[in-house]
């Protein structure tokens, strides 16, 4: 489930922007969920490694550094 533009809006608004652009927030949406997306083949490479179909809070941890 990527995250919505809606989300980054909402997001950005909290972070004191005034008003945003569709293709400020668009592009922001996608960094953020190919981020995700990296981050998360890592952590399940890792769990994987540890031969666990759980991914651990110490895997996501790990595939960020």
């Known amino acids: 489930m990527p995250i ?14 005034e008003r945003i652009s569709d293709p400020a927030a668009m592009e922001l949406t996608d960094i953020i969920n190919k981020f995700a997306y990296s981050l998360s ?19 996501v941890d790990l595939a960020k550094k």
């Open 4 to 17: 919505s533009k809606a989300a980054i809006k909402k997001i950005l608004k909290e972070s004191g922007a």
């Open 41 to 59: 083949k890592k952590a399940v490479s890792l769990a994987a490694h540890a031969k666990r179909k759980t991914i651990k809070r110490s895997d």
